[in-house]
């Protein structure tokens, strides 16, 4: 079976620090990686796609970046928070077809 | 732009009730994602529906691509099927996903 795993679980940043969260997915081979972005009570926002290692896709940046160095890996950062960072992080796989995205549990954000 | 407009924004039920959420799209759809998000934020895939009708347990999800909506029927809704429902859209890219607003849903005992 496969599991998707976040860290860290939450983070309390200064603006201007920088940042970085991770992913791992273990029991799948080449999945697509995702990042999603929530504010509070607002709508999931999709920020990065990759569909293999070394490759990311951009949907909306935000001042973000992203990176996968492994194949069951996906890196989310910035050198600079800023206030609108704030909000729940979303990474979720897919396979190659169908393309039904399973998410893990996120990485709640709040920065100062 | 691709759109997906989700209704209502809340529902409150008594115990038992049933329960129906839509989805509607403005473009093409490869298939439609139906999530239940937990108070802490986590998502959790009840559908994956590209057309047709999909059943697990009390829950429904019904694709018309003609119509350009999915629904999501929860039958004998249960205080514990209270919480937030999204939708989301698998449109040209089979990369991103277009999601709906949600529907907050409260069952009352």
């Known amino acids: 079976a496969q599991t998707i795993h976040q860290w860290p679980v939450a983070e309390i940043k200064a603006v201007g620090s920088p940042l970085s969260l991770g992913c791992t997915i273990k029991g799948k081979s080449s999945p697509n990686l995702y990042w999603y972005w929530q504010a509070t009570g607002g709508t999931l926002q999709q920020l990065f796609y990759?569909?293999?290692?070394?490759?990311v896709e951009s949907v909306v940046q935000l001042n973000l970046s992203a990176s996968r160095p492994k194949d069951d890996q996906f890196i989310l950062s910035t050198e600079k928070l800023l206030l609108s960072h704030s909000g729940f992080y979303l990474c979720?796989?897919?396979?190659?077809?169908?393309?039904?995205?399973?998410f893990g549990p996120g990485t709640r954000l709040t920065v100062l | 732009g691709q759109q997906v407009q989700q209704s209502p924004a809340s529902l409150v039920l008594q115990e038992g009730e049933n329960a129906e959420l839509q989805c509607n799209f403005s473009t093409s759809l490869n298939s439609m994602q139906w999530f239940y998000q937990r108070p802490g934020g986590s998502l959790v895939s009840l559908f994956y529906?590209?057309?047709?009708?999909k059943q697990s347990g009390r829950l429904t999800s019904t694709t018309v691509i003609k119509e350009r909506r999915s629904s999501l029927h929860i039958s004998s809704s249960q205080t514990t099927d209270s919480g937030t429902y999204l939708c989301?859209?698998?449109?040209?890219?089979?990369?991103?996903?277009?999601w709906g607003s949600g529907t907050k849903l409260i069952i009352k005992p």
């Open positions: 529906n590209p057309s047709g009708t």
């Open positions: 990759s569909i293999t290692v070394g490759q």
């Open positions: 979720a796989w897919s396979g190659t077809g169908p393309y039904e995205q399973y």
């Open positions: 989301a859209m698998e449109s040209d890219s089979n990369y991103q996903l277009i």
